[in-house]
């Protein structure tokens, strides 16, 4: 009758712990690429592409230890508080070519140290909070935007580090003073425009206006008040007039003693 082995402890140790490795391997991999982006070898970084996927939020499963993240080239509409805050090793981030209408305070929390890029052109965005983006050290593009140029947004600009190579296509879409429409935000700000005085000249416009008012209002009033006066003083005047005149007294005059 044959006889039957059993594997030796250390032999059954070895395949055990070799098929928790390939399986922890299997599971790294199949988590390391949310669907449908692509994660190909980026010089022994995590990079991560989900460009031109048609996403219309941003993947919640993006490994921590990314570096780059595209996601450009989508039809993102919004950026939840904290979408980014597990990434604490991501350099680069593009998000330029989406519907992003708004950024908030805590949009980008978690990216102030690392963050070396950040593409929002080509969105939809027309304000940007002064706290939203000037924790962040990395170069900013915002070129291609709807922007409403008014005081908070030259607020919040003098606090970014702007990308160079487009600041100069940052333009006002609509603004609070018209001679800023269409054109180029920063070259109009760095020739001394601001865009800060604008609630001061209508502050003092109204204070002119209210004068203005009130001395008018003086002044019907007074020559109200003269007219007034100089018909009671006519009407006394012809009263005087209508009354009959009282005879002259003649007093006799005596002889003299």
């Given at each position: 009758?044959?006889?039957?082995?059993?594997?030796?402890?250390?032999?059954l140790?070895?395949?055990?712990?070799?098929t928790?490795?390939?399986?922890?391997?299997?599971?790294?991999?199949?988590?390391?690429?949310?669907?449908?982006?692509?994660?190909?070898?980026?010089?022994?970084?995590?990079?991560?592409?989900?460009?031109?996927?048609?996403?219309?939020?941003?993947?919640?499963?993006?490994?921590?230890?990314?570096?780059?993240?595209?996601?450009?080239?989508?039809?993102?509409?919004?950026?939840?508080?904290?979408a980014?805050q597990?990434?604490?090793?991501?350099?680069?981030?593009?998000?330029?070519?989406?519907?992003i209408?708004?950024i908030?305070?805590?949009?980008?929390?978690?990216?102030?140290?690392?963050?070396?890029?950040?593409?929002?052109?080509?969105?939809?965005?027309?304000r940007?909070?002064?706290?939203?983006?000037?924790?962040l050290?990395?170069?900013?593009?915002?070129?291609?935007?709807?922007?409403?140029?008014?005081?908070?947004l030259?607020?919040?600009?003098w606090?970014?580090k702007?990308?160079?190579?487009?600041?100069?296509?940052?333009?006002?879409?609509?603004?609070?003073?018209?001679?800023?429409?269409?054109?180029?935000?920063?070259?109009a700000?760095?020739?001394?425009?601001?865009?800060?005085?604008?609630p001061?000249?209508?502050?003092?416009?109204?204070?002119?206006?209210?004068?203005?008012?009130?001395?008018?209002?003086?002044i019907?009033?007074?020559?109200?008040?003269?007219?007034?006066?100089?018909?009671?003083?006519?009407?006394?005047?012809?009263?005087?007039?209508?009354?009959?005149?009282a005879p002259?007294?003649?007093?006799?005059?005596?002889?003299?003693?």
């Open positions: 009758m044959g006889t039957v082995r059993l594997p030796r402890p250390s032999l140790l070895v395949s055990t712990r070799g928790c490795l390939f399986l922890l391997f299997c599971l790294r991999l199949g988590a390391t690429c949310p669907q449908p982006c692509r994660c190909p070898d980026h010089a022994g970084a995590v990079a991560v592409y989900c460009s031109l996927q048609g996403l219309q939020e941003v993947p919640q499963d993006i490994p921590a230890d990314t570096v780059l993240l595209k996601l450009d080239a989508n039809k993102i509409s919004h950026l939840p508080d904290g980014f597990h990434l604490h090793r991501l350099r680069e981030l593009d998000l330029s070519h989406n519907a209408e708004a908030g305070p805590a949009t980008f929390a978690g990216l102030a140290r690392g963050l070396r890029l950040l593409d929002l052109s080509y969105n939809r965005i027309q940007i909070p002064k706290d939203a983006l000037g924790k050290s990395a170069k900013i593009r915002l070129s291609h935007n709807p922007l409403h140029c008014e005081c908070a030259q607020e919040a600009l606090e970014l702007l990308d160079p190579d487009s600041v100069d296509e940052i333009a006002c879409h609509t603004s609070v003073q018209e001679e800023f429409v269409g054109k180029p935000l920063v070259q700000l760095d020739a001394g425009a601001s865009l800060c005085s604008v001061h000249r209508t502050t003092d416009v109204a204070m002119l206006v209210t004068m203005f008012g009130w001395f008018a209002m003086v019907a009033y007074v020559v109200y008040y003269v007219r007034h006066n100089q018909e009671d003083a006519r009407r006394h005047l012809e009263y005087l007039k209508s009354l009959p005149s002259a007294s003649k007093d006799p005059i005596g002889p003299g003693p």
